[in-house]
C-alpha cells in the first residue's frame, strides 16, 4: 500500500473531533520526526479555546532561498470517532454511520508524502513551512490563535477543499449572522383581540417581503430559524424572532445587505405596529484571490506539469485560508480528492487524493526554482 494512503487510514482511526485533536497530533508529529523534521513546535492555542492540543508548526529548511506554506487541520466535523475506511473500485468510504474525515487528514496525508518526496528526490529546494490547525471546523479557531510572526512565506496553501485534484478555491465569502426581534402586544385572543399586535404575523410580514436566497452572483442569504414566543392559543403573541445569515464575496455588498435588513424590518414594523429590534455580527473574513496573481498561477502551472485540469472557482464556505489572506499570506484553498465531506457519504477518490502528495512536492520544486516569477 502507497505510503500516502496508509498513513490516511491510521489517522483517520484515531478519534478526534475539534478540541480533542490530541491523538491525530500524536501521529502526526512522530511523523515528522520519522521524516527527519526537527524544527517542529505546538503553540498554546489549544489552552485559549479549551482544548488539548495546540497548533503544530514544522518548518524544513532549505539550501534555496525563499519559503513557501502549506497547512491543513487535524480537527474534524462530529460523527468521526470508530470510523472504520472502506476501500472499493478506487475509493475510501466508510461503513456509513460516521464520516471519513478526508477532510482534512487528507491533507495532512498528502503534506508528509509530499515532504517525503522531496527529501527523497536530493533536489535543492527553499524552506517548507507546514501549519497543521485545530479547531478549523469550529470557526477557524486555531488559524484565530496561532501568532503568524515568524512565518516566512508570502504565499500559503489550505489543502482543505473537496473536488478533484486541480480544483483551486481563489475565493471565500465574508459573512454575517443576522437576527431580527419583533415585539407585539398580549390581549386575551377571545375577548379582546383589537388591543393585541401579533409578533408572528410581525414576522412573517418581513420575511414575506424580504429579498432572500441568491442575491446575486457572489451573495445570498438564509432565515431558517423562526420562533414565535405564543405558548397558548388564546392569546395574541408578543414575541417573535427571525434568525439567518448573509454571505458575500464582497464585503460592501454584505454591510449593504445588513443595512437593507435593518431597515427592512425597521420599516415592515412600523407599518405593522410592532416594535423591531435587530442585531448582527460578522463572521470570519473572506478573501478574493485574482486568478492572475502568483499563488494561483503557480498552482496552474504544476497541473499542467501533471497533466491535471486546473479549475480556479470561488468556494462557498470558510477554511483557514481566510485567516491566512487575513493575516498577509496570499492563499487559496487546494482540493485533495474528497467528496460530501461533512456528511456520512464522505468518500475519497484514489486517483486523485493518491497524487496530491506529487502536487505538493511539484509546487515547492517549482516555487523554488522560479522564485522570481511568483514573488507576490
Ligand atoms: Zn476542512
Known amino acids: 500500500m502507497e505510503k500516502i ?33 526537527t524544527e517542529v513546535y505546538e503553540d498554546d492555542a489549544g489552552a485559549k479555546v479549551g482544548g488539548n492540543t495546540g497548533n503544530i508548526f514544522a518548518r524544513l529548511p532549505g539550501t534555496l532561498p525563499g519559503a513557501i506554506m502549506i497547512s491543513s487541520h487535524m480537527d474534524r466535523m462530529p460523527q468521526g470517532f470508530g470510523i472504520e475506511p472502506v476501500i472499493e473500485n478506487g475509493v475510501v468510504s466508510t461503513k456509513g454511520d460516521t464520516i471519513l474525515a478526508a477532510d482534512d ?29 485545530i479547531c478549523e471546523e469550529v470557526g477557524l479557531l486555531g488559524s484565530l490563535n496561532f501568532d503568524y510572526k515568524d512565518i516566512k512565506s508570502e504565499i500559503a496553501y489550505a489543502l482543505d477543499s473537496p473536488g478533484h485534484i486541480g480544483r483551486i478555491i ?31 404575523v410581525g414576522a412573517a410580514k418581513i420575511l414575506a417581503t424580504l429579498r432572500e436566497g441568491r442575491l446575486d452572483h457572489e451573495s445570498t442569504s438564509n432565515f431558517p430559524i423562526v420562533n414565535a414566543g405564543g405558548t397558548a392559543t388564546n392569546a395574541v403573541c408578543d414575541y417573535a424572532i427571525i434568525k439567518g445569515e448573509a454571505r458575500s464575496l464582497d464585503k460592501q455588498k454584505l454591510l449593504d445587505y445588513i443595512a437593507y435588513f435593518e431597515d427592512h424590518c425597521k420599516k415592515t414594523g412600523e407599518e405593522f405596529g410592532v416594535q423591531i ?19 494561483v498561477k503557480l498552482m496552474c502551472d504544476v497541473f499542467a506539469d501533471m497533466g491535471v485540469d486546473a479549475n480556479p472557482e470561488a468556494g462557498g464556505g470558510g ?6 489572506n487575513y493575516n498577509g499570506l496570499q492563499s487559496v484553498g487546494l482540493a485533495t480528492g474528497y467528496f460530501a465531506n461533512h456528511t456520512t457519504n464522505e468518500h475519497v477518490f484514489l486517483d486523485s487524493f493518491l497524487r496530491t502528495g506529487e502536487m505538493v512536492e511539484k509546487t515547492v520544486l517549482r516555487y523554488s526554482e522560479n522564485l522570481e516569477s511568483y514573488k507576490v
Open 170 to 200: 481563489l475565493a471565500a465569502p465574508h459573512s454575517a449572522k443576522i437576527q431580527c426581534e419583533v415585539f407585539g402586544q398580549a390581549a386575551h385572543a377571545g375577548s379582546e383581540p383589537e388591543k393585541g399586535k401579533s409578533a408572528a
Open 5 to 37: 494512503l496508509s498513513d490516511f487510514l491510521e489517522m483517520v482511526r484515531a478519534d478526534a473531533i475539534s478540541r480533542d485533536e490530541r491523538k491525530v497530533a500524536d501521529i502526526l508529529l512522530a511523523k515528522l520526526r520519522e521524516l527527519g523534521i
Open 105 to 133: 487528514l487528507g491533507g495532512i496525508s498528502a503534506i508528509l508524502d509530499g515532504v517525503r518526496r522531496l527529501k527523497e528526490s536530493g533536489k535543492p529546494h527553499c524552506t517548507v513551512e507546514m501549519l497543521f490547525t
Open 319 to 324: 477554511m483557514d485560508a481566510n485567516r491566512f
Open 277 to 295: 429590534k435587530t442585531e448582527w455580527s460578522l463572521g470570519s473574513p473572506g478573501f478574493k484571490v485574482p486568478a492572475d496573481s502568483p499563488s
